[in-house]
């Protein structure tokens, strides 16, 4: 007897503990980080992302050649993978209380890619190489969304 209710009043304290994390959103008293400092960086990710989606964009356009098809889906594909991070990056930044930075003014200033045309169409090797930087790493950083505990 004494087992049940000792039962009743876990599930009590859970949901009172349950209703309390709720009040306390997104930033709790265990948040370890620095809330600003944390919204910084995330502010820098976005304005990568920005860059990386353009970039892709432009070649998924601009992409000639035999295989250019392919080409042209592929940097469509990386375009929409970027632009589902650069909504997780700001949807975390606005539960965080801070505001994503969408501004384009200063977006190259503030991205850790370059935003890579090429002189004639669009140049593969280079869209490839910047790829493989920021870009590239960006995107095997977001296989998941961003957490930040
Ligand atoms: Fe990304």
Request: proline share 3%.
């Amino acid at each position: 007897m004494s087992t049940s209710g000792t039962f009743l009043t876990d599930i009590k304290e859970i949901r009172r503990r349950a209703r309390q994390h709720l009040s306390e959103g997104a930033v709790t008293q265990n948040y370890e980080g620095k809330v600003e400092e944390t919204i910084a960086l995330l502010n820098h990710a976005v304005a990568t992302e920005i860059v990386c989606i353009l970039r892709y964009k432009f070649h998924a356009v601009c992409a000639t050649g035999l295989a250019s098809e392919a080409v042209k889906a592929e940097f469509a594909q990386h375009a929409k993978e970027e632009e589902q991070h650069l909504d997780w990056l700001a949807e975390r930044i606005n539960q965080l209380g801070g505001k994503p930075n969408l501004n384009p003014d200063g977006v190259i200033s503030r991205a850790a890619s370059e935003y890579v045309e090429g002189e004639k169409g669009c140049d593969h090797a280079r869209a490839t190489r910047a790829d493989s930087g920021a870009g590239g790493r960006a995107r095997e950083r977001h296989a998941r969304p961003p957490r930040h505990s």
